[in-house]
């Protein structure tokens, strides 16, 4: 087996990677010994692959290994410590969770709005027809040009709106809305 | 030729990394610098090598880190620690280079192999590399410049393997490509750095070595 330049240096990786089949290994030796360039070649990949496998090679900032070390430690506190921090936490979320579950009663619910930008809706009359699309947030009166996804809506009343979580929409609403400021009565209040 | 080496040389020190990971897994967690100290600067040096920035590779060595500490009950022993704290390192340096640099162009080289065969430069004899070659800050850092020129695939390969001596296959499911792909981008990386290099350091960058006649150091 004979090989060229060409073909020792497509394959000169995977010689010194010890990859190559016991033949092409002695011809690739053979062409080493004949040809100065091929040589030089392999000289100088070898020279690569021992400079960068040099850990000195790996030049790390200063302080680098104490501020690793400081992080981690801010993360790893012991466990008994944590433990406090996790029963703190504990009682929270049971707060939480309590004062969740009295929202959701009856008493206190509220409807909750498909967007959390979304006015709620006091001052609209619970009673007034109202616009809807299945794929929007907000109501609107019948007509108003802000309507989105036309082709889908539908019309309820105001209340079933807002039960579910439905906004009224700013501009063809502001009346209401603005009538509410002025007003202390609303519909929550009126519902409640 | 890089060989399958690991920072923990003796059966006693990895028995000893082996029961460190067993005691951090049962919760003295204050032992895990102890166990990632041994790899703190490959770790480094492989989020380096993705993000060219010492800051950012920092951080991002310290994020790969904690992930670490995280999931460091799914490790499994028939891999090395090593191999696998640098596989967490290079996924996080990954992502957060798409995090913080999704507006830099990387050069279109980067993006897939070039195609053709590579022909290296014809040079005179680059044979010797006397081992103080590395204590010079200059020479090391015409190195980081080499190995920084070469565009992104080939870089991390080269790293993977060639610095952090991570074999064919770990390279090549670190990086989530084929080891076909990995051996033709070492291939490619290793002759492009030494045509980058053979110029200065076989010649005009050593002159002020004290080359050891006559003495291969491999």
């Known amino acids: 087996m004979v090989v060229n330049c060409e073909q020792v240096w497509q394959e000169i990786s995977n010689y010194l990677e010890d990859d190559v089949d016991p033949n092409l290994r002695a011809a690739m030796e053979a062409h080493f010994r004949e040809c100065d360039r091929c040589r030089s070649v392999l000289d100088g990949t070898r020279n690569v692959i021992q400079l960068y496998g040099d850990e000195r090679m790996i030049d790390v900032p200063l302080g680098f290994g104490h501020r690793l070390q400081h992080r981690l430690g801010e993360s790893l506190q012991p466990t008994r410590r944590r433990f406090l921090g996790w029963m703190v936490a504990a009682a929270a979320a049971v707060v939480v969770a309590g004062s969740f579950e009295l929202s959701r009663s009856s008493v206190f619910r509220q409807p909750e709005l498909r967007s959390k930008h979304a006015q709620p809706g006091n001052g609209v009359p619970p009673e007034m027809m109202v616009v809807v699309s299945s794929g929007a947030k907000i109501f609107h009166v019948s007509g108003c040009p802000f309507i989105h996804d036309k082709a889908h809506v539908r019309t309820i009343v105001a209340r079933e709106a807002l039960k579910q979580g439905y906004a009224p929409c700013v501009r063809c609403m502001k009346k209401y809305l603005q009538a509410h400021l002025a007003s202390p009565h609303s519909l929550h209040d009126r519902r409640a | ?218």
């Open chain 2, 1 to 218: 030729m890089p060989e399958e080496v690991t920072s923990l040389n003796s059966p006693a020190e990895r028995f000893n990394e082996e029961t460190l990971i067993r005691r951090v897994r049962e919760g003295e967690h204050e032992l895990f610098y102890e166990l990632i100290r041994p790899y703190e600067r490959r770790v480094y040096a492989a989020a380096f090598s993705i993000l060219r920035n010492e800051a950012d590779a920092e951080d991002a060595a310290q994020e790969a880190m904690l992930k670490a500490f995280k999931h460091i009950r799914q490790f499994r022993a028939e891999a090395r620690f090593s191999t696998w704290l640098i596989q967490i390192t290079v996924n996080e340096a990954r992502m957060w280079r798409r995090k913080e640099h999704a507006h830099l162009i990387e050069p279109i080289v980067d993006h897939e192999d070039a195609e053709g065969n590579y022909v290296p430069r014809d040079f005179a004899d680059w044979r010797e590399v006397p081992s103080e070659t590395l204590e010079r800050k200059e020479i090391r850092e015409k190195l980081v410049e080499a190995l920084e020129s070469l565009g992104q695939i080939y870089r991390e390969v080269f790293v993977l393997r060639d610095m952090h001596h991570l074999s064919i296959d770990e390279t090549a499911k670190t990086l989530g490509i084929s080891t076909a792909s990995v051996k033709t981008r070492l291939l490619r990386a290793r002759l492009m750095l030494r045509d980058l290099l053979a110029p200065g350091l076989g010649g005009s960058w050593s002159t002020r070595l004290h080359f050891a006649k006559g003495t291969k150091p491999w």
